[in-house]
């Protein structure tokens, strides 16, 4: 049965089927073939899939950050991190990843946080000197920063088929994102001083205490929706419906950016893209549910026990095969199909679950900045306009950094465990 499973999907994937139709195939095809179970029990694990309270943080977190990115939040975060960081050598690139982190704790999305960002800051970091490809690289890594600082929407998924704590998953990802930042932001001040790239002058109190009182509103919104998280205020999904009613709030009748009648768009926006990712996630836990059904996961265990001994040997592997299928098929799919098979393997091995989930989420990171099926290259290669091989070209240096980040996050569980392990265990 596995390897008939296998094959039919590689034949489907190479034959270009969406992945949601592919585990929809695979297991009506399995049921067929291989039980009594009759078809109709697909729609009721339809059902069952999406019958999740937290998954109603998922289209809250995406509304909140189409409103984010229509409105002006993005430039106000933009202005107070240039005018703490803008007069150090690189420090408008600094001020384009510190802006990345700041976003990227209120939106929860990787493509939301390029576009809210990149529309500002790469023609910024252009008409400063810093060079069209580097700008568009260093944007585009940065934005990825959007799954790995939470609230991230990759993780909320990851603690629905892994069953694992929605809050410590988020606070796990808080080190390895800002690890990821400060990497970032030191590669850019090497380069900026090897290439002599301008600064302006340094900003002064008056001017750093005018962008923090612009941009006040904005910079509670992390506060607002991780605060309430950990103190227990509320659930992570009540934060996602607190941060959409903030954000409009502070959009509409404070800074008054979005109108009423770009409700419409905004949410339309949302909804077609909440529909296609609950839609791929009703069909992985269908496709879960066989598999779990025909024990395959305790098969596999078997069989990868067998023949690697060591735990750190299996996450070297598993680092690998998700390089390669980020070639061929979209990361978070990946992660929702391969994650659940490795449940009973990771238990075996003693490897923490949050941690797992961390290194699958910085996986399905680096997924979303590698073509062919790189997201994150496409939002930007539309936002700017210019060609997938451009953008492509301009991310390549910074992948060895992400490479970097991601080994020392997968072999140093602490990076990853040490404040859910402090707080919240």
């Known amino acids: 049965m596995i390897l008939l499973l296998c094959a039919c999907f590689l034949v489907m994937l190479l034959a270009g089927m969406p992945i949601g139709m592919i585990l929809v195939?695979?297991?009506?095809?399995?049921?067929?073939?291989?039980?009594?179970?009759?078809?109709?029990?697909?729609?009721?694990?339809?059902?069952?899939?999406?019958?999740?309270?937290?998954?109603?943080a998922v289209p809250f977190f995406i509304l909140a950050g189409s409103i984010m990115t229509h409105g002006s939040i993005a430039k106000r975060l933009i202005n107070f991190v240039n005018s703490l960081v803008g007069w150090v050598p690189g420090g408008l690139g600094m001020a384009g990843i510190l802006a990345c982190i700041f976003f990227a704790a209120i939106s929860g999305s990787s493509p939301a946080t390029v576009v809210a960002i990149g529309s500002i800051m790469v023609p910024a970091l252009v008409k400063a000197g810093y060079g069209e490809r580097?700008?568009?690289?260093?944007?585009?890594?940065?934005?990825?920063?959007?799954?790995?600082?939470p609230p991230s929407i990759p993780m909320i998924l990851y603690c629905l088929i892994m069953n694992v704590s929605v809050a410590e998953m988020f606070m796990a990802g808080i080190l390895p994102g800002l690890l990821i930042g400060l990497c970032l932001m030191v590669y850019t001040f090497l380069l900026a001083r090897k290439k002599g790239w301008k600064i302006k002058q340094r900003?002064?109190?008056?001017?750093?205490?005018?962008?923090?009182?612009?941009?006040?509103?904005?910079?509670?919104?992390?506060?607002?929706?991780?605060?309430?998280?950990?103190?227990?205020?509320?659930?992570?999904?009540?934060?996602?419906?607190?941060?959409?009613?903030?954000?409009?709030?502070?959009?509409?009748?404070?800074?008054?950016?979005?109108?009423?009648?770009?409700?419409?768009?905004?949410?339309?926006?949302?909804?077609?893209l909440s529909s296609c990712l609950l839609f791929i996630l009703s069909c992985a836990?269908?496709?879960?549910?066989?598999?779990?059904?025909?024990?395959?996961?305790?098969?596999?265990?078997?069989?990868?026990?067998?023949?690697?001994?060591?735990?750190?040997?299996?996450?070297?592997?598993?680092?690998?095969?998700?390089?390669?299928?980020?070639?061929?098929?979209?990361?978070v799919s990946a992660m929702l199909i391969l994650a659940p098979l490795f449940y009973e393997t990771l238990n075996r091995y003693q490897i923490d679950l949050v941690h797992f989930g961390i290194v699958m989420v910085l996986n399905i990171q680096m997924g979303m900045l590698t073509p062919p099926f790189g997201l994150n290259l496409f939002v930007s290669s539309g936002l700017t306009g210019k060609s997938l091989a451009t953008v492509a070209r301009g991310v390549m240096p910074f992948l060895g950094i992400m490479l970097f980040c991601l080994l020392l996050v997968t072999y140093i569980p602490s990076i990853s465990l040490v404040l859910p392990d402090l707080l919240l265990r």
């Open 134 to 149: 580097f700008s568009i690289g260093l944007i585009t890594v940065s934005g990825s920063l959007g799954i790995v600082i």
């Open 25 to 56: 195939g695979i297991t009506m095809l399995s049921l067929t073939l291989f039980t009594s179970t009759p078809l109709h029990i697909i729609t009721q694990q339809f059902f069952n899939a999406l019958d999740k309270f937290v998954l109603l």
């Open 203 to 272: 900003s002064s109190l008056s001017d750093i205490y005018t962008a923090f009182k612009e941009g006040f509103w904005a910079l509670m919104l992390p506060l607002v929706v991780l605060g309430g998280i950990y103190s227990g205020l509320f659930t992570p999904t009540e934060a996602a419906a607190v941060s959409v009613v903030y954000a409009l709030v502070i959009e509409i009748f404070l800074y008054k950016q979005l109108k009423i009648r770009d409700i419409t768009q905004v949410c339309e926006q949302a909804t077609i």
């Open 285 to 331: 836990m269908t496709f879960l549910w066989l598999l779990t059904a025909q024990q395959i996961p305790h098969q596999l265990a078997d069989l990868i026990m067998t023949h690697i001994q060591s735990p750190w040997l299996f996450l070297l592997c598993v680092n690998l095969l998700f390089l390669v299928l980020g070639c061929f098929m979209d990361d």
